[in-house]
Structure formats: structure tokens, C-alpha cells
């Protein structure tokens, strides 16, 4: 079965200091790999993406993320982290193979991030 | 550029009562079109998805139901709401295989 799982509820990080949100998966084929935040009561917001070519992808508000085939992970990482960069993150995959866009899921981890 | 809508942001109902919630999308022509749910702030669950008018797929059974009258219109329905159908209701579009999903802000409703 296809999945992706993000093995922490919630990180923890002191404000300056560099930040890793987890995410590895399973997929059939070459994935498509994706990270969204979630700040509280809003839609998510698509941070980066990871379609093909250099394994290091970088995004929006200073995140980057890195692909690592053999160990199926895309972690998430911010080299420091601010008070405000404090939200829900997700990750998700879509297999090369589909052709319907659809996304799975992790089920989140919270980032705090204190000052 | 391309913006999502959804309305209305906020709903409290009773259990019984039908539901409609739209999303539509400007500045993009033939999206992907999805509907999520997400309870407690966690996990999203896909709920349906399409890849043009009249063309809907169910991911979940349940008393929901969705329509695309229009290429850029999606609309969220329930005849009878239950106590369990209250969430954060999210609409998203794509483009393409290698899209990446683009979020509404989302429908918080509540079923009393």
C-alpha cells in the first residue's frame, strides 16, 4: 500500500536554531513529493516540491527539503528557525503514475518553534 | 494569477439540515478539482475528487455528495447532516500530473 508517514507529532526548536521536520514513504515508481504548512484555521499553503533532478529542493520562506531515494525519505529543513515558521507542516506524495493529481497524506507534525 | 474560493467560511447547522458548500477557481481553465475533510487539525481525508465537469469521484462512502456544474465550480452536499460530518472542510485545484495542489481557505463546520 502506498503511504507516507511523518514519524513526529511535534518538534520542538529553540528560535535560530536549525530545524528537521521527518517524512519518508512508500510508493510504487518515482514519487512526486510535496510539503505544506497549515497555520490555524487557514488552507495549507504549498511550501516546495520535488518532481525530479537535484535531490536538495528549495521553497518558500527559507525551507528546503531533501530527497534521498534509498532511504524513501523527503525531509523538511529550515537552516534557523523563526517564531513565526510555528504551524502545522505536511507532507505528501503523488505516484509517478497517477493521473488524477491525487495527493496522499502524512498526518502532520506541529513545529514549535520558541523564542 | 490563479485564486480558490470558498464560502462560506464559517456554518453551524443542525443535525438533519442539507449542506451546500461551493468552491470555485479563477485564472486557471480544466483544473484538477479535490475536496477534503480534516478533523481535530490533523489528517486530511480526501473525500472527492475530479478531473472535469460532470466528472466525479468518490474516495470515502458516506452521505455526502459532490457536483461540478461548472469547469471552475465545485460543490460540497449532504441531504441529512450527521453529528460526524462536522470538520474543516478544504476545496484544492491542480494542474497536470506534476501539479502540486492549491488550497482554499477552508469551511469550518459544525453540526449541533
Known amino acids: 500500500a502506498q503511504s507516507v508517514a511523518q514519524p513526529e507529532d511535534q518538534v520542538n526548536v529553540a528560535e535560530g536554531n536549525p530545524l528537521t521536520v521527518k517524512c519518508t514513504y512508500s510508493?510504487?515508481?518515482?514519487?512526486?513529493l510535496f510539503w505544506y504548512v497549515q497555520y490555524p484555521n487557514r488552507g495549507l499553503q504549498f511550501l516546495l516540491k520535488?518532481?525530479?533532478?537535484?535531490?536538495l529542493v528549495k521553497g518558500s520562506y527559507g525551507f528546503e527539503a531533501e530527497f534521498n531515494k534509498s532511504q524513501t525519505s523527503f525531509h523538511l529543513k529550515k537552516p534557523s528557525a523563526l517564531v513565526s515558521d510555528s504551524a502545522l507542516y505536511f507532507c505528501?506524495?503523488?505516484?509517478?503514475?497517477?493521473?488524477?493529481?491525487?495527493?496522499?497524506f502524512g498526518q502532520g507534525t506541529t513545529l514549535q518553534v520558541k523564542p | 494569477s490563479q485564486t480558490i474560493h470558498q464560502w462560506p467560511a464559517t456554518l453551524v447547522q443542525p443535525v438533519g439540515s442539507p449542506l451546500s458548500l461551493e468552491c470555485t477557481v479563477e485564472?486557471?481553465?480544466?483544473?484538477?478539482l479535490y475536496w477534503y475533510r480534516q478533523a481535530a487539525g490533523r489528517g486530511l481525508q480526501l473525500l472527492f475528487y475530479s478531473v472535469g465537469i460532470g466528472q466525479i469521484s468518490s474516495e470515502v462512502p458516506q452521505n455526502l455528495s459532490a457536483s461540478r456544474p461548472q469547469d471552475r465550480q465545485f460543490i460540497l452536499s449532504s441531504k441529512k447532516l450527521l453529528l460526524s460530518d462536522s470538520g474543516f472542510y478544504l476545496c484544492?485545484?491542480?494542474?497536470?500530473?506534476?501539479?502540486?495542489?492549491?488550497f482554499g481557505p477552508g469551511t469550518r463546520l459544525t453540526v449541533t
Open positions: 505528501a506524495v503523488r505516484p509517478y503514475s497517477s493521473n488524477t493529481g491525487k495527493l496522499i
Open positions: 484544492a485545484w491542480s494542474r497536470g500530473q506534476a501539479g502540486e495542489q492549491y
Open positions: 520535488y518532481i525530479t533532478g537535484d535531490n
Open positions: 510508493v510504487s515508481g518515482n514519487p512526486y
Open positions: 485564472g486557471t481553465s480544466n483544473p484538477n
